[in-house]
């Protein structure tokens, strides 16, 4: 079953001085029901821009974008989004964090007490419900990114880099614990990164995008065995995998310095 | 190891012992009260152009017994609160509007940057002419003086919410103007509330600079007025008290920044 579909989507910016970026062409990407998909592209090449787009933040220049068969055309509770950088409200504490999105639809406090209850649970932050953002580490806010995201029971979960400003061993946490996440909510994700190891580890299917301007160049399938942890990184499996990514992407980044 | 620690402490940006900062902060503070009593009662300077601590301290003493001290600060805080808060009142919404949507940038800015780098002092024959000499004219020189740097100074604040948290809150379901009351605002309340502070003690340049040039109370006039009778006292008298309302003033936006924000980060 198709989730997402974007079928021959373009995206051109008009900077105000100096000449049109064409940051999209054509590109065209399914993802299932379900599905774990990620996007990896050399830096510039257009994945932000893609996701921004699935999110309704930005219009394509050309091209549609469907969800479940219905046109995207602003952005919505469906699509639900975590950035790189770090977009807790600071003026809300972990628990209000979560709830933004139910308190704005409506919904009643002893419900939302309950769904933030559960969604803080499960990123494992139990016993920060009250504290603020600014005492939170780096891997905490992201937590509760995903949590609030999560919280809104969205149809597909976009996510930007999330661990991108993450150290290295926050990161394999992380990695494992949206793992777990997604097995448990069975949510459809579209996930981009430029860590080749993070897209193989998370990805059901990777999609390496050319450089600018951004096109689907390849999709890699990755059939390693659920559930997955980081000692896969090692194996030979895996290595074959990354290889045959790395020279994709190789290619590109050169290109792309040309 | 006595002069590693030294230059531990000139490293720049890094924190000091709090011990040593505070002993920093009163050496220097002595070291300027000595300076002035070395001139003062060595009879390095002249009486009438430098008085005695004691002596500023005793027409302090005599000002509050007098009542003149009570009435020419009650005057000034009136009108410094008068022209502040009705200046915020109009800069803090406008500026917010004017840093987050290109169309009142377009409609504002332009005057705002104009009238900015206006002296707020080359208006003051203007506006006496048009409102007087009294209160009113006191209040419209904050007022414009105001305004107008705050209106550019909340602009800022507001141009400088991140995007990315507006578009988290999109995705999060929220309309536009949910995102304007719920996210936007709040976001800018700590600079908000910094730029009122910086301000606030810009203000009190404006009011001394009015009251010099026509009042018959408030601590401009005070000053003024001493120097006619070449009060050096009440000079130093009337600048100190300025001095300490505005610390208090500081201090008060200080406590009232963490006890409103707690969230905020610390501030500039
Ligand atoms: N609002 C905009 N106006 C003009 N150009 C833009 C705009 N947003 C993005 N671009 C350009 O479009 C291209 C793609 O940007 P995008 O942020 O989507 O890339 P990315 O793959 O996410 O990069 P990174 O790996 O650095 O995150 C870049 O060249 C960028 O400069
Ligand atoms: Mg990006």
Not at chain 2, 156 to 179: E, P
Not at chain 2, 185 to 201: K, N
């Amino acid at each position: 079953m198709t989730k997402l579909k974007l079928d021959k989507v373009t995206l051109e910016f008009f900077p105000r001085t100096g000449a049109p970026v064409l940051a999209l062409d054509d590109v065209s990407l399914e993802v299932g029901e379900q599905e774990f998909a990620v996007i990896v592209g050399p830096s510039g090449c257009g994945k932000s821009s893609l996701l921004r787009l699935v999110a309704g933040l930005v219009e394509p220049t050309r091209g549609a974008i469907t969800l479940d068969g219905i046109p995207v055309t602003r952005p919505g509770k469906d699509r639900g989004m975590v950035f790189q950088s770090y977009t807790l409200f600071p003026w809300l504490d972990v628990r209000n964090n979560v709830e933004f999105g139910l308190r704005i639809g409506g919904i009643p406090a002893d419900k939302r007490r309950h769904i933030s209850d559960h969604f803080i649970k499960e990123v494992g932050l139990e016993g920060f419900e009250s504290a603020y953002p600014k005492q939170l580490s780096g891997g905490m806010m992201q937590r509760v990114a995903l949590a609030r995201a999560l919280a809104n029971d969205p149809e597909i979960l976009l996510m930007d880099e999330p661990f991108g400003a993450l150290d290295s061993q926050t990161r394999s946490l992380m990695q494992e614990l949206l793992l777990q996440i997604w097995q448990h909510s069975q949510k459809t994700v579209l996930f981009i990164t430029h860590d080749i190891d993070e897209a193989i580890l998370l990805g059901d299917r990777v999609h390496v995008m050319t450089a600018r301007p951004g096109r689907i160049k390849e999709r890699v399938e990755i059939d390693l065995a659920r559930p997955r942890h980081v000692d896969l990184l090692t194996s030979p499996e895996f290595i074959a995998i990354k290889r045959r990514i790395m020279g994709l992407i190789h290619d590109e980044a050169v290109r792309a310095m040309r | 190891m006595h002069r590693s620690r030294l230059d531990a402490y000139a490293a720049p940006k890094k924190e000091i012992p709090r011990s040593v900062y505070l002993t920093v902060s009163a050496t220097v503070g002595v070291s300027v009260l000595l300076l002035w009593c070395l001139l003062s009662y060595g009879g390095f300077v002249r009486s009438d152009f430098l008085p005695t601590p004691v002596e500023v301290l005793r027409a302090g003493v005599d000002g509050i017994q007098d009542g003149s001290l009570a009435v020419n600060t009650a005057a000034s805080v009136g009108e410094i609160m008068s022209g502040f808060i009705l200046a915020s009142i109009l800069a803090v919404p406008l500026g917010i509007l004017m840093g987050s949507f290109k169309i009142a940038e377009a409609a504002i800015e332009p005057v705002t940057n104009f009238i900015r780098y206006l002296p707020v002092s080359a208006l003051i024959p203007l506006l006496i002419l048009w409102v007087g000499i009294g209160i009113e004219e006191k209040v419209t020189v904050i007022f414009i003086g105001t305004l107008f740097q705050q209106l550019i100074l909340v602009a800022d604040v507001s141009r400088n919410v991140s995007s990315d948290l507006l578009d988290v809150s999109y995705t999060l379901g929220a309309n536009r103007r949910t995102v304007v009351t719920r996210v936007l605002i709040p976001a800018t309340l700590p600079g908000v509330v910094d730029t009122l502070r910086v301000t606030l003690g810009w203000a009190w340049t404006y009011l001394v600079i009015a009251e010099f040039v026509a009042a018959n109370k408030g601590l401009g006039y005070f000053i003024l007025n001493s120097e006619r009778g070449l009060f050096t006292d009440r000079i130093f008298l009337g600048i100190a008290v300025i001095g300490l309302l505005g610390l208090i003033t500081d201090q008060l936006f200080k406590l009232l920044r963490d006890w409103l924000l707690p969230w905020a980060t610390e501030s500039r």
